[in-house]
């Protein structure tokens, strides 16, 4: 309403005992009328353009693989190799009751030091271990010397893994051994190391180590000999014969 009218009406109102005549008030009226013509309007919704709300992109995740965690239950030793499981025209054999053995975890740590024994075994979660070393009786055939298989259980496969990739190599490779490169694929992952030692006479004798690791297992077979007995295909035969048996072997959540 215009501020003017409202003061008019003020005045007249106030002085409404001065009683102005009708001609007055009616001229007054539309004077005001004139001064503040009322129109009269429909009003109409101001239209808002609401926006639609913006499209959330669904974003659809691929689940990732489900680790395989089921492990070997079984005892170390009861996947040791046999002698009759070596080539049988070695004619290998077990020289005395020493040569096969179980190798528990408080012998880890006294080899390795109190310190660093109790780093390794909680990096790796070693369970137990078992190794048996057979000798050759045919020295007649080119086979090596001396054939020993190392078997050892983990809580995990993780930790298998950590004494085939960290462990092992770091304790050979201290020891003189060099790395061979692109082992052939046995189990989960292989490591190839040799050591060469030149005799008086000429001759090299061979330390030749193949290991691997399946699930939470890992076998490393080793040989010794002279250089011609000993072979990385030798070693291979003997490491996949050993998957054989891990992997015929029952499994268990952990």
């Not at 001609?23 to 009226?29: C, F, K, R």
């Not at 950590?162 to 051994?177: A, E, F, H, R």
């Not at 052939?184 to 290991?211: C, H, N, W």
Request: charge should be negative.
């Amino acid at each position: 309403m215009n501020r003017k009218f409202v003061v008019f009406v003020f005045c007249i109102l106030s002085f409404t005992a001065c009683a102005p005549s009708a001609d007055a008030i009616n001229t007054a009226i539309a004077q005001t009328q004139a001064a503040n013509p009322t129109a009269t309007h429909t009003l109409q919704p101001t239209k808002t353009n609401t926006p639609l709300p913006s499209a959330t992109p669904t974003i659809t995740v691929s689940p990732s693989p489900t680790p395989d965690l089921r492990m070997i239950k079984i005892e170390p030793k009861g996947f040791l190799l046999q002698k009759y499981e070596i080539a049988p025209a070695g004619k290998y054999y077990l020289p005395g009751q020493n040569w096969i053995s179980p190798s528990h975890n408080e012998e880890v740590v006294a080899v390795r030091t109190v310190e660093e024994g109790r780093k390794y075994l909680a990096e790796t979660g070693r369970i137990d271990g078992w190794y048996v070393t057979y000798k050759r009786g045919n020295n007649g055939v080119n086979t090596p010397e001396e054939v020993t298989d190392i078997v050892t259980e983990f809580e995990s496969t993780q930790g298998a893994q950590v004494l085939l990739n960290k462990y092992l190599p770091s304790d050979l490779i201290k020891d003189g051994y060099a790395e061979i490169e692109n082992p052939p694929q046995i189990g989960d992952a292989t490591k190839i190391f040799i050591k060469r030692e030149l005799q008086s006479g000429g001759d090299t004798r061979l330390f030749f180590v193949m290991s691997f690791t399946y699930l939470n297992y890992y076998n490393e077979i080793d040989l010794w000999g002279w250089e011609i007995d000993v072979s990385q295909e030798f070693a291979q035969v003997l490491s996949e014969l050993q998957l054989v048996k891990f992997k015929a072997a029952p499994l268990s959540l952990p």
